[in-house]
Nanobody, 120 residues
Framework: QVQLVESGGGLVQPGGSLRLSCAAS????????MRWYRQAPGKQRELVAG???????NYADSVKGRFTISRDNAKNTVYLQMKSLKPQDTAVYYC??????????????WGQGTQVTVSS
């Protein structure tokens, strides 16, 4: 199996920055696409950004130009650098990973979520 541990959330003022991290561990052969989702109170979970094993990225329109997703394949870790944060970015942020296990089976796992609150 794959375990995902997220960190980096917190309270920040509008216009501020935060960096989220998500480290994967377990019986991993390879990690394919890594993604960040978020879910605000009363709203559906939405895709924020994704990055393939080759480094191709995609972003939700609402975060383009402000957020940057990256990954460190040696550490099985994905990052989300968030700048110019707005109150509407307030949500629980979840890491999501597609992985191939050492057994060669494929799975998709979710992290436990980390709270990001943007408020003055």
């Amino acid at each position: 199996q794959v375990q995902l541990v997220e960190s980096g959330g917190g309270l920040v003022q509008p216009g501020g920055s935060l960096r989220l991290s998500c480290a994967a561990s377990g019986s991993i052969f390879s990690i394919n696409t890594m993604r960040w989702y978020r879910q605000a109170p009363g709203k559906q979970r939405e895709l924020v950004a994704g990055i393939t094993s080759g480094g191709s990225t995609n972003y939700a329109d609402s975060v383009k130009g402000r957020f940057t997703i990256s990954r460190d394949n040696a550490k099985n870790t994905v990052y989300l650098q968030m700048k110019s944060l707005k109150p509407q970015d307030t949500a629980v942020y979840y890491c999501n990973v597609d992985a191939t296990l050492t057994s060669r089976s494929t799975i998709q796992n979710w992290g436990q979520g980390t709270q990001v609150t943007v408020s003055s």
